[in-house]
């Protein structure tokens, strides 16, 4: 019996998709779920020019997928003109992705598109496409006996640096991680070149302060059609990533070990560690949210910094949240997106900086009175006292403590608090001003702070080097 055979007959979904053979040397499958998309060639075209050799074989998995009910209306002539079109969206992108795979022979990268219409309208969504697809890319390397088989998680209307096969491989031989968030930069402008570098640009870093993707060579478009957007969908996906950014910064202010970027077109784990964690969930958004905490609970996640995710700016009403929504929200009438206050990120710094404190003290009353009342009222809601005396109870050694601390007070317990904060004295605040607010509480080395008025794209460009800092 291989690694991944009891988690398949536990929590699989399908049987054997791919007939072919993965080859033995097999590395890395990328896993791309697709649901009514036109042109993706720009998505194909930026992992065909990949970096690649003998030693790193590859394979990219597209899964075309939508609801069952969606087919069955369409052959009863019950369907909406929508869900024709997207059926009928879905077998032009099939036949045209494999007609692109034919004319696309790769020395060291196979290339599978597989069609799905048979998701029922309960479940359907991009949740069940990534699990399906990581689950055949678990029992390829099952098929091969390859445990840390590398299963990178990406998005149809994404394009990736031309070292993102090589970067990741490298990571995990070095880092020897569970999985690991990939680094990843939105669009910021349009017309802004080609994807292969032609405009002679280096394509990558920003080291000199500039954001590291205007000029960058990679193309500033909706991402399939060639489309270049509006000014208010750049300015909604500035707004919209500085938030991702601010977020991250102000976990890992506050001393929380397990914060990392959750965006569904830029991570990667290993194939052993995807089983033993049960596999993706089939929830029809923020399936990557709930995953990637799950394996960064383990304590060995980490972050590849040295290659670059593209995700599209476009705006998207296919989810109930996340960046689509989020744009598209914003550009129908919320001019300006708002974002949790940094001073409950305070708070938190203030409690997690008394961990020690908390393992040693028998009792922890003088602790606990220099606890804001925001955050006692909160942890009092949690039985925290409760909590901790069972934490204690059953941990022989302060990191034993510690690792249970951050299993009970996590990023779901984190995000309990920050809107109980929100509704009790500290409302959401303009992502700009909170952003700024930050950089002054924790006054990065390097960084020059605005002194004026808060520029969205000049604090996006700090924040973007500031997650650039952490060691790869």
């Given at each position: 019996?291989?690694?991944?055979?009891?988690y398949?007959?536990?929590?699989?979904?399908?049987?054997?998709?791919?007939?072919?053979?993965?080859?033995?040397?097999?590395?890395?499958?990328?896993?791309?779920?697709?649901?009514?998309?036109?042109?993706?060639?720009?998505?194909?075209?930026?992992?065909?020019?990949?970096?690649?050799?003998?030693?790193?074989?590859?394979?990219?998995?597209?899964?075309?997928?939508?609801?069952?009910?969606?087919?069955?209306?369409?052959?009863?002539?019950?369907?909406?003109?929508?869900?024709?079109?997207?059926?009928?969206?879905?077998?032009?992108?099939?036949?045209?992705?494999?007609?692109?795979?034919?004319a696309?022979?790769?020395?060291?990268?196979?290339?599978?598109?597989?069609?799905?219409?048979?998701?029922?309208?309960?479940?359907a969504?991009?949740?069940?496409?990534?699990k399906?697809?990581?689950?055949?890319?678990?029992?390829?390397?099952?098929?091969?006996?390859?445990?840390?088989?590398?299963i990178?998680?990406?998005?149809?209307d994404?394009?990736?640096?031309?070292?993102?096969?090589?970067?990741i491989?490298?990571?995990?031989g070095?880092?020897?991680?569970?999985?690991?968030?990939?680094?990843f930069e939105?669009?910021?402008?349009g017309?802004?070149?080609?994807?292969?570098?032609?405009?002679?640009?280096?394509?990558?870093?920003?080291?000199?302060?500039?954001?590291?993707?205007?000029?960058s060579?990679?193309?500033?478009?909706?991402?399939n059609?060639?489309?270049?957007?509006?000014?208010?969908v750049?300015?909604?996906?500035?707004?919209?990533?500085?938030?991702?950014?601010?977020?991250?910064?102000?976990?890992r202010?506050?001393?929380?070990?397990?914060?990392?970027?959750?965006?569904?077109?830029?991570?990667?784990?290993?194939?052993?560690?995807?089983?033993?964690?049960g596999?993706?969930n089939?929830?029809?958004?923020?399936?990557?949210?709930?995953?990637?905490?799950?394996?960064?609970?383990?304590?060995?996640?980490?972050?590849?910094n040295?290659?670059?995710?593209?995700?599209s700016?476009?705006?998207?009403?296919?989810?109930?949240?996340?960046?689509?929504?989020?744009v598209?929200?914003?550009?129908?009438?919320?001019?300006?997106?708002?974002?949790y206050?940094?001073?409950?990120?305070?708070?938190?710094?203030?409690?997690?900086?008394?961990?020690?404190?908390?393992?040693?003290?028998?009792?922890?009353?003088?602790?606990?009175?220099?606890?804001?009342?925001?955050?006692?009222?909160?942890?009092?809601?949690?039985?925290?006292?409760?909590?901790?005396?069972?934490?204690?109870?059953?941990?022989?050694s302060?990191?034993?403590?510690?690792?249970?601390?951050?299993r009970w007070?996590?990023?779901?317990?984190?995000?309990?608090?920050?809107h109980?904060?929100?509704?009790?004295?500290?409302?959401?605040?303009?992502?700009?001003?909170?952003s700024?607010?930050?950089?002054?509480?924790?006054?990065?080395?390097?960084?020059?702070?605005?002194?004026?008025?808060?520029?969205?794209?000049?604090?996006?460009?700090?924040?973007?080097?500031?997650?650039r800092?952490?060691?790869d």
């Open positions: 019996m291989s690694f991944a055979d009891a398949l007959l536990k929590a699989g979904l399908r049987d054997t998709l791919i007939e072919t053979e993965p080859h033995p040397d097999l590395k890395i499958i990328v896993t791309i779920p697709v649901y009514n998309e036109s042109g993706l060639e720009r998505c194909l075209d930026s992992l065909f020019q990949c970096t690649a050799d003998a030693d790193l074989r590859a394979e990219v998995i597209l899964l075309i997928n939508a609801p069952a009910e969606d087919s069955e209306a369409s052959q009863a002539s019950e369907a909406s003109e929508a869900s024709e079109a997207i059926l009928s969206q879905n077998f032009s992108t099939y036949e045209a992705v494999l007609g692109w795979i034919t696309h022979p790769h020395p060291s990268i196979d290339f599978h598109v597989l069609l799905d219409h048979s998701f029922s309208k309960k479940e969504g991009v949740g069940l496409a990534r399906i697809l990581m689950d055949e890319a678990a029992r390829r390397f099952s098929a091969v006996g390859t445990e840390d088989g590398i990178a998680s990406m998005d149809a994404a394009v990736v640096e031309e070292n993102y096969l090589v970067a491989a490298d990571h995990f070095r880092i020897q991680p569970d999985g690991c968030s990939i680094y939105h669009p910021l402008s017309d802004i070149g080609s994807f292969d570098g032609s405009d002679g640009s280096d394509g990558f870093d920003g080291s000199d302060g500039s954001d590291g993707f205007d000029g060579g990679v193309s500033g478009d909706s991402g059609s060639g489309e270049i957007f509006s000014p208010e750049y300015d909604a996906i500035t707004q919209y990533e500085l938030h991702l950014r601010y977020y991250l910064q102000s976990l202010s506050t001393g929380y070990p397990n914060a990392y970027h959750t965006v569904g077109s830029s991570f990667a784990v290993k194939a052993d560690v995807y089983c033993k964690e596999g993706m089939c929830r029809q958004a923020g399936e990557d949210f709930y995953f990637i905490q799950k394996v960064a609970q383990r304590g060995n996640f980490s972050e590849c040295t290659t670059r995710v593209i995700p700016a476009r705006p998207s009403d296919r989810v109930p949240f996340g960046t689509g929504a989020a598209g929200k914003l550009i129908k009438g919320d001019e300006h997106l708002s974002t206050d940094p001073r409950p990120f305070g708070m938190l710094g203030h409690l997690f900086s008394g961990l020690e404190t908390m393992y040693t003290e028998v009792t922890l009353n003088h602790f606990m009175k220099s606890q804001p009342d925001v955050l006692v009222g909160f942890l009092d809601t949690q039985q925290f006292g409760e909590a901790l005396v069972e934490i204690r109870k059953n941990s022989a302060f990191p034993a403590f510690q690792k249970r601390f951050w007070f996590n990023m779901f317990r984190i995000m309990k608090f920050l109980h904060a929100r509704e009790n004295g500290f409302p959401d605040i303009p992502v700009g001003e909170a700024l607010e930050l950089l002054r509480l924790i006054k990065p080395e390097g960084v020059k702070i605005p002194s004026d008025g808060p520029d969205l794209k000049e604090l996006l460009k700090i924040f973007r080097k500031l997650d800092l952490t060691p």
